[in-house]
């Protein structure tokens, strides 16, 4: 049994970088991953690119301006765990995109 399986993991930047390494890392894992960011063809290319079955990776393409810059009491909340939960409990469309808004 690999180390991550039957767990899903949520990386936020995983479009490119170190959010996109660590993601692809933990596929390899065996991790289930939600590949979030803000440039959806991006993420998608990430999870085409690490080459795992459709049912281990979905992107989630996090709308707005989420910088520091942008948080305002009239900003909408940013994503936390309980808004990006259910994308953990189940990839109920394999390879599908998710967006948060």
Do not use: C
């Not at 993420?43 to 301006?65: M, N, S, T, W």
């Not at 520091?68 to 394999?94: C, D, G, K, Q």
Request: hydrophobic letters at 45%; charged letters at 20%; aromatic letters at 4%.
């Amino acid at each position: 049994m690999a180390q991550g399986e039957g767990k899903v993991a949520v990386v936020t930047g995983a479009s490119q970088g170190i959010g996109k390494a660590a993601a692809q890392a933990l596929l390899k894992e065996g991790y289930r991953v939600a590949f979030a960011g803000r440039r959806v063809e991006m993420l998608e290319a990430a999870i085409a690119e690490a080459g795992v079955p459709k049912d281990q990776a979905i992107a989630v393409a996090l709308r707005g301006d989420l910088s520091i810059n942008a948080i305002s009491p009239n900003t909408p909340p940013l994503p936390t765990f309980s808004t990006l939960r259910p994308v953990t409990e189940s990839f109920t469309e394999p390879s599908s995109t998710t967006y948060i808004t």
